[in-house]
Nanobody
Framework: QVQLVESGGGLVQAGGSLRLSCVLS????????MGWFRQTPGKEREFVGS????????LYADSVKGRFTISRDNAKSTVYLQMNSLEPEDTAVYYC???????????????WGQGTQVTVSS
């Protein structure tokens, strides 16, 4: 059984930083593209970024480029999302997902975590 578990969310002031983690179990982590998405009430899940199998390539949404960094540790089956210079607009539930293909489309991610809340106060 595949399981993704996120952690690291919380409340932070604007301009602050948080690091989210997501651990995958039940499958070989290194075979998956790992993505981060976020969602606010009433809106669709939004692509934040993704990282390839070898961690040499990462893709980011324009809204977070230069502020967020995705990394992965295949030995720990973990993907990270380092979020700096946080803005109130970054407030959302953040989800990690696992896909077999590089994609920004949520429906093409086979597995999802339960989500972690990030709240940025102004």
């Amino acid at each position: 059984q595949v399981q993704l578990v996120e952690s690291g969310g919380g409340l932070v002031q604007a301009g602050g930083s948080l690091r989210l983690s997501c651990v995958l179990s039940g499958r070989t982590f290194s075979t998956y593209i790992m993505g981060w998405f976020r969602q606010t009430p009433g809106k669709e899940r939004e692509f934040v970024g993704s990282i390839g199998w070898s961690a040499t390539s990462a893709l980011y949404a324009d809204s977070v480029k230069g502020r967020f960094t995705i990394s992965r540790d295949n030995a720990k089956s973990t993907v990270y999302l380092q979020m700096n210079s946080l803005e109130p607009e970054d407030t959302a539930v953040y989800y990690c997902g696992a896909s077999t293909k590089p994609t920004m489309v949520p429906a093409l991610y086979a597995y999802w975590g339960q989500g972690t809340q990030v709240t940025v106060s102004s």
